[in-house]
């Protein structure tokens, strides 16, 4: 016994660890994706502009406040200069953040509830089930959105509900085709057989050993429909499709296109919200799609 254990070491110490297998073999996905300085200086960013949305109103003008110059730009007085009426900018760009944060999280929410329902029973369960709900998706995949919109609007009103509910109709069937795939894969493998011979019922299995191990290309695929959903509300928004109650950043290049020549900041600031929101959303999920698939980073 003490041969072998001074053998057994030796042997081990012997075979070769290369530098990524060990790195792989160390680090967590989510540990991996936060020692990222991309990671960190993205969810930085993202954090202040959340925390600028959200608390910032507790401490600024009343975004319906109409006591200032009309086109004032911006200065000591009004960090973001005013608009047409005299409103404080930077108070209707904090207000405007928390519409389009809250449609993006939204529709990200209700795409990732109904792909579940759909994508994953498709793909678990196969088919009828499959073929029927497959058929679901493809009929919601090829409503042009912007046609359904013009028709929603005119029919029931401009709201933020129906906004969302416009988004997440012709959002959701992509999310479902992603987490269709992985179950289809991940029901064949060998611990879902081992699951079923153990007598486990189909919906135990479905939830506890398919879904947890087909989640990650989901979360990435919904992290990616936050900026999609926000870009689509600002476009129908600058379209005059928006909710008026509700001036998203996508209302408010809306209504500052009189006074483009005149007044820059009234669009290039909701423009640049925008870009930097979107752009950080989908540069943090690239970075966890990295860290997901740690193959896919290597061929990169």
């Known amino acids: 016994m003490a041969l072998q254990e001074n053998i057994t070491p030796a042997i081990a110490s012997e075979i070769p660890v290369t530098p990524d297998q060990a790195d792989f073999s160390r680090q967590s996905p989510l540990r991996e994706f936060l020692r990222r300085p991309l990671t960190v200086f993205f969810l930085i960013i993202l954090a202040a502009i959340l925390g600028l949305c959200f608390i910032g109103p507790y401490f600024s003008h009343s975004p319906t406040l109409t006591a200032f110059i009309p086109l004032q730009a911006p200065g000591a007085e009004n960090f973001a200069g005013t608009d047409h009426l005299g409103r404080d900018m930077l108070a209707r760009l904090m207000r405007g953040g928390q519409v389009s944060i809250f449609v993006g999280l939204s529709v990200a929410a209700i795409c990732l509830t109904v792909a579940i329902v759909v994508g994953g029973l498709a793909g678990f369960y196969g088919g009828i089930a499959d073929v029927l709900l497959m058929k679901v998706s493809e009929f919601f ?5 912007i046609i359904l919109a013009l028709v929603s609007v005119a029919l029931l009103g401009a709201s933020l509900e129906i906004i969302i509910l416009i988004l997440s109709i012709t959002m959701w069937p992509q999310v479902a ?4 795939a992985e179950c289809m894969r991940i029901r064949e493998l060998g611990y879902v057989e081992s699951s079923r011979a153990a007598g486990f019922r189909p919906i135990r299995i479905f939830f506890f050993d398919v879904l947890p191990n ?5 979360l990435v695929a919904t992290t990616m429909t936050v900026g999609r959903a926000i870009l689509a509300e600002s476009g129908l928004a600058f379209l005059g499709l928006g909710d008026a109650n509700q001036p998203s950043w996508g209302a408010l290049l809306y209504s500052a296109q009189a006074y483009l020549q005149i007044a820059w900041w009234l669009t290039v600031l909701p423009g640049l919200a925008i870009f930097i929101v979107v752009l950080a959303v989908n540069m943090l999920g690239d970075i966890l799609n990295d860290c997901l698939n740690p193959m896919l980073s290597r061929v990169k």
């Open 177 to 180: 085709r992603i987490l269709r």
């Open 141 to 145: 995949q090829v409503i042009p959105g």
């Open 214 to 218: 087909a989640f990650p290309p989901v």
